[in-house]
């Protein structure tokens, strides 16, 4: 039996990992269409300095993938204390917001107990992301931080995005809200604490651990981009850039809304293509800004909802240890979303370093434009799902159709959903029990 595997990031590579034990399976080929594997787990050099597509650190509840994953890395590891900090008003606050307001201007301090106390939305059902920020943690928090954070990151308005992404967030007792406020900081998402990273290499790290850890019936095709897939009877025809493939079995880690269109079947449902063109989701710029003065202590991450800075996220690569360092200098990732054909897509690259170099300036992490030693920015086309109020209807379209085809989809934009690294690793492990089981049960 062969397999097929579209796409050649996280996704894929883990997927092959779990499936090359199999004995009925004779040879699984990944197909890339970029010059290296990795996908959204690339990492990138920049004057000695490795950095990520984004803050991706290593850390589950799913202890089973978490073993895998520092298994994997071994000695090229390392422990860290998560510490991030919300910007508000040149303030470090403690994430997540709520459990830190004392950091807060009184009047903010105010506004936000007030209306957590007094929630005339508290007995609503939320509908959307907006509605379950009111209901949860009222006006004053909603409005001070969650409101604009979200719609800084998302580029969508919450109000039009479903409660996928936040349902599981619990509302604070009223207990911690008035600690929070009288200046006790509680530490939230205590899974979140402690993560590990590597030591060397950035992300990428794991990502070449997991080739090392692929045997001999696996084979990787780089600069080989998918054109076509088509059903041929019991088996699949996959076209790519450079050759034919023929498959048995077809795992999709592709965008799925890019693989409903190269899908090839007479009788594709015309609502399957405008469902995956109604499939929402950001694109990111990455920018990286070597500086000669650190502002920003002992800390990692900082978040800004304030609209007139341009990123809404910056990572302190320096926490990362010595090779994520230069002396007498601070490296710091910042992280700009946009759309298709917004502001943010359609202005320049020197236009968006420049709105970084500014947004630093503002929020006091440099004196001034002549503190910047170097900078760099890249973009990636695919970064964030969106779920929008059709997110969930539309893939459950889409899903339903390829399964009905025969083929899987797997992975943050093969599946269409907002899956990090360990989230994905297991959605790896429980499609290849799948396939495996299937297969099993086949003979």
Avoid at 121 to 131: D, F, S, V
Avoid at 151 to 160: A, G, T, V
Avoid at 203 to 220: C, G, H, Q, R
Wanted: aromatic residues 12%; proline residues 3%.
């Amino acid at each position: 039996m062969k397999v097929v595997i579209l796409g050649g990031g996280l996704s894929a590579l883990s997927a092959a990992y779990f499936l090359q034990d199999c004995p009925d399976i004779e040879h699984i080929d990944i197909l890339e269409k970029e010059a290296a594997v990795g996908g959204l787990c690339r990492t990138y050099e920049k004057n000695g300095i490795e950095y990520d597509v984004g803050p991706h650190i290593i850390f589950s509840k799913d202890k089973e993938v978490l073993d895998l994953m520092n298994g994997l890395l071994g000695e090229n590891n390392e422990k860290h204390r998560r510490s991030n900090r919300i910007l508000h008003k040149k303030r470090f606050v403690q994430y997540p917001f709520e459990n830190d307001l004392s950091k807060l201007p009184q009047e903010d301090i105010d506004y936000c107990v007030n209306a957590f106390l007094h929630n005339p939305y508290e007995g609503y059902e939320a509908e959307n992301m907006l509605q379950f920020f009111l209901k949860t943690f009222g006006e004053g928090i909603t409005n001070t931080y969650l409101r604009p954070y979200n719609e800084k990151i998302w580029k969508f308005d919450p109000s039009f995005m479903d409660t996928q992404m936040v349902n599981r967030i619990p509302k604070p007792p009223k207990e911690d809200i008035l600690r929070s406020a009288a200046g006790e900081t509680v530490d939230g998402y205590t899974h979140q604490l402690y993560f590990t990273y590597p030591k060397k290499g950035g992300t990428e790290a794991l990502i070449k651990a997991f080739v090392k850890k692929l045997n001999d019936k696996v084979e990787i095709h780089l600069n080989n981009e998918v054109l076509s897939v088509r059903r041929a009877g019991d088996r699949f025809e996959v076209m790519t850039s450079e050759t034919e493939y023929r498959a048995d079995k077809v795992i999709s880690t592709m965008p799925v809304n890019e693989l409903c269109h190269i899908y090839e079947d007479e009788n594709k449902p015309q609502d399957i293509l405008l469902t995956a063109d109604n499939l929402r989701y950001n694109s990111i710029a990455i920018c990286i800004v070597n500086v000669k003065k650190d502002y920003a202590g002992d800390n990692y991450a900082f978040m800004t909802a304030d609209k007139n800075v341009k990123f809404h996220r910056i990572s302190k690569l320096d926490f990362m240890g010595e090779n994520y360092h230069i002396d007498g200098t601070a490296t710091y990732m910042a992280e700009i979303t946009y759309r298709q054909n917004d502001l943010n897509d359609k202005a320049s690259d020197e236009d968006l370093i420049a709105g970084v170099i500014d947004g630093l300036e503002r929020i006091g992490f440099i004196d001034s434009k002549d503190d910047v030693n170097f900078a760099e920015l890249r973009r990636f086309k695919y970064a964030y799902v969106i779920y929008d109020l059709e997110h969930r209807k539309n893939m459950d379209l889409i899903k339903e159709y390829f399964s009905s085809r025969g083929i899987y989809l797997n992975g943050r934009f093969g599946s269409f959903e907002y899956l990090n690294m360990d989230a994905v690793i297991r959605q790896s492990k429980n499609l290849a029990d799948e396939i495996k089981g299937k297969i099993k049960s086949s003979k």
